[in-house]
């Protein structure tokens, strides 16, 4: 599972998706995650749009390895259902520095990384393939993320943005809270990589590059001359669906859907699925016609599937007299009355928290 994945590996079948959870090997995923050519699962795109769960990915590995061997992936599951109760506990709070003030602003980017021109060879690679396919390995996303920040003093919000705008897992919580722990305003340090660290998980030979330096004198680095151009990257995007004010109003059973809640299985027996596109928050946080082409295609195989855009005032005035189910998702959860939870992992911690160390220790 570890070859470079292009935008037709997610627009696979759910059937083909159940059979990329069962050849999932928990012990060469350990063993070699870190590596950008490691066996990871890349299924992350299918939790974010809950197409499946956290729990579903861990109940089919679970079935052939035994917890010892799964640990490390079940360790990486609640690392994202940590960034989503941190969510449900700060709301709009964690698009602000949550723990510690930071040290750049403004929202310009660099604009080789928009261009993919950094003069890091694998940061290169790595941008290019989140531009033209939506994916990126969790390493690259943290030296990228490092390099913003902490080297071309870019704002974390800024880019958190941009790289959300072509994620095909561009998940709010885990998305902005990692840009936030490499930035320093969500950890006790900011997050620094060289070009050693980068050429050992890369497996490249790549040298004399800014980064090329030891460890100590990255906080100290002077701005590199291929990081001072700026721009403001555009994030323009289509919004898909039918308008909200053209639709008759709805009777009976409406199970009401987000971007992030694609099961084709939720709620069988409703009357209508209505796939809501909610413009203010999508416009506050775009996405790339890429994005756009994933979310339909999951949105083609929920049975009787209607997609609308408009305002949330809209849709509360054509669901008035309809039988609402909706689960709960942080970024919706001013659209209607929660009916269920959503499916976790683990269950929320009954003591206080303020670290992910301290989240694990309670619920492993």
């Known amino acids: 599972m570890n070859k470079l ?9 759910y059937e083909e998706l159940n059979e990329r959870l069962r050849q999932i090997n928990p012990v060469d995923y350990a063993r070699t995650r870190n590596y950008l050519d490691g ?3 890349w299924l ?5 749009h809950g197409i499946i769960t956290t729990k579903s990915v861990a109940d089919a590995v679970l079935v052939n390895n035994s917890a010892e061997n799964c640990e490390k992936l079940l360790f990486e599951l609640a690392w994202r259902e940590y960034f ?4 449900q506990q ?5 698009f602000s520095d949550l723990k510690n003030p930071g040290q750049s602003h403004g929202q310009a980017l660099p604009q080789s990384v928009c261009e993919a021109n950094t003069g890091i060879r694998v940061i290169d690679d790595a941008l290019n393939q989140l531009i033209s396919v939506g994916t990126l390995h969790n390493h690259a996303r943290m030296w990228i993320a490092s390099l913003c920040c902490n080297i071309g003093n870019t704002h974390w919000l800024p880019a958190a943005k941009w790289m959300h705008y072509h994620l095909l897992d561009g998940d709010l919580a885990s998305n902005t809270l990692s840009w936030q722990w490499i930035a320093g305003t969500f950890s006790h340090k900011r997050y620094y990589a060289n070009q050693e660290n980068i050429n050992k998980f890369s497996k490249s030979v790549q040298r004399n590059t800014f980064l090329d330096v030891p460890y100590n004198e990255l906080p100290n680095l002077p701005l590199p001359e291929s990081l001072q151009d700026t721009l403001r990257p555009k994030l323009d995007q289509m919004l898909p669906g039918q308008k909200l004010s053209e639709m008759d109003n709805l009777t009976g059973a409406v199970a009401l859907r987000s971007v992030w809640q694609l099961d084709p299985h939720w709620q069988p027996t409703a009357d209508h699925h209505l796939l809501f596109i909610d413009e203010e928050l999508h416009n506050q946080w775009p996405m790339s016609r890429n994005r756009w082409a ?11 599937a209607i997609v609308v855009k408009g305002s949330v005032e809209e849709l509360k005035e054509k669901l008035a007299n309809a039988n609402v189910s909706r689960q709960e998702y942080t970024a919706v959860n001013h659209w209607s009355p929660q009916t269920e939870d959503r499916t976790w992992l683990y269950r929320a911690p009954t003591k206080r928290y303020n670290s992910f160390s301290q989240f694990w220790k309670q619920v492993k």
């Open 84 to 87: 989503h109760r941190v969510w």
């Open 5 to 13: 994945k292009t935008t037709s590996f997610f627009h696979c079948s």
């Open 90 to 94: 700060h709301g709009i709070g964690i």
């Open 294 to 304: 994933f979310i339909l295609h999951w949105a083609l195989a929920i049975p009787n």
């Open 39 to 41: 066996d990871v699962t």
């Open 44 to 48: 992350s795109p299918f939790i974010t």
